[in-house]
């Protein structure tokens, strides 16, 4: 009998650990599911109960007034995405789902700003730009506390990663699963593996996060209030030659009776920069763990993906 991911999965406490043990915790909890657990991360918690109060709120709008903020011009990388348009690589049925995404900002010039659009902002509600600039930078930050951790599992130098997320391509996703009828299809968002280097969840303790074990088991998610889910991405599981595993991962509908109310998550897709090469490390190789990727940069592996979940057509 499967036991609960929280009796197998450690919540760790990235403000009470020391930073060797932390890293030693996160980097296990990583390779033997693919996922981990966070609190005491330091988010501003003001700052995210102000992000959910908006993002609720633009949700509730007009579907007329969301659609005018369409991602569908940017490779879905900015603005607002509308209801059953993504679906997971390989799957029949679109995602129930709608969203909103935020990226960086670089300032004109920037040789990487071709790869990365400008962000737009909803006009109905003015304080939108504000609360999700400092956000984004929230996250930006812990998630690059959360890889020196990594860096250091590794055995690489415990700031490896700084540079290589320097200016990286993250996007910020506000996530609304509408409420469903209670004959809708068990699945919310299909079986998939995220694409980028690590993702940093908001909101999971509402339930419906499934990740797949090792045995081929769906283990429900379920972090305490206020921490944060954190799972590996295909971008770091090429660069560690699969010895960090990206766990597929789906969300399902509650039972019939629950399906009636939304569910509202906050993902941060953490992504390399553009121009950054994607290469086993050599401490992930050896005759036992042969290169199984060839190299590829951040800009074009994420458009090859983006492609495949709908969002780039063509």
């Not at 966070?38 to 109060?53: E, F, P, R, S, Y």
């Not at 390989?90 to 300032?107: C, I, M, T, Y």
């Not at 700084?162 to 996530?175: E, Q």
């Not at 990740?211 to 283990?219: I, P, S, V, Y």
């Amino acid at each position: 009998m499967s036991q609960s991911v929280l009796e197998q999965v450690p919540v760790l406490s990235l403000a009470d650990m020391k930073k060797i043990d932390f890293s030693a915790a996160l980097g296990g909890s990583f390779q033997r599911f693919g996922f981990a657990m966070v609190k005491d991360h330091g988010m501003d918690q003001t700052l995210i109960d102000k992000g959910w109060a908006l993002a609720r709120r633009f949700f509730a709008l007009p579907e007329e007034t969301k659609r005018r903020y369409g991602a569908k011009y940017n490779g879905g990388q900015r603005g607002y995405t509308a209801f059953g348009v993504e679906i997971a690589k390989g799957a029949s049925q679109n995602d129930l789902k709608e969203f909103w995404h935020v990226g960086r900002d670089l300032p004109e010039g920037d040789p990487l700003a071709a790869t990365m659009p400008p962000n737009i902002w909803p006009d109905e509600l003015p304080e939108f730009h504000d609360i999700f600039v400092r956000l984004f930078a929230e996250f930006d930050r812990v998630g690059a506390e959360l890889l020196s951790a990594i860096a250091l599992y590794l055995g690489l130098d415990e700031r490896w990663f700084d540079k290589p997320i320097s200016n990286g391509n993250s996007i910020l996703r506000l996530l609304h699963y509408p409420p469903v009828s209670p004959e809708a299809p068990g699945i919310r968002a299909g079986a998939h593996e995220d694409i980028n280097l690590i993702t940093l969840l908001l909101g999971a303790e509402e339930g419906g996060l499934e990740l797949k074990d090792r045995n081929g088991n769906w283990l429900p998610v379920v972090p305490p209030s206020g921490a944060l889910a954190i799972n590996v991405g295909d971008m770091l599981q090429r660069l560690t030659n699969y010895h960090l595993p990206s766990t597929s991962h789906r969300v399902v509908n509650p039972p019939p009776e629950r399906r009636g109310f939304s569910r509202y998550s906050m993902p941060f897709f953490l992504h390399l920069r553009p121009d950054f090469l994607i290469d086993a490390l050599p401490q992930c190789v050896d005759a036992d763990h042969p290169r199984r990727e060839q190299p590829i940069t951040a800009h074009d592996y994420l458009t090859e993906r983006l492609r495949e979940i709908g969002l780039i057509k063509g």
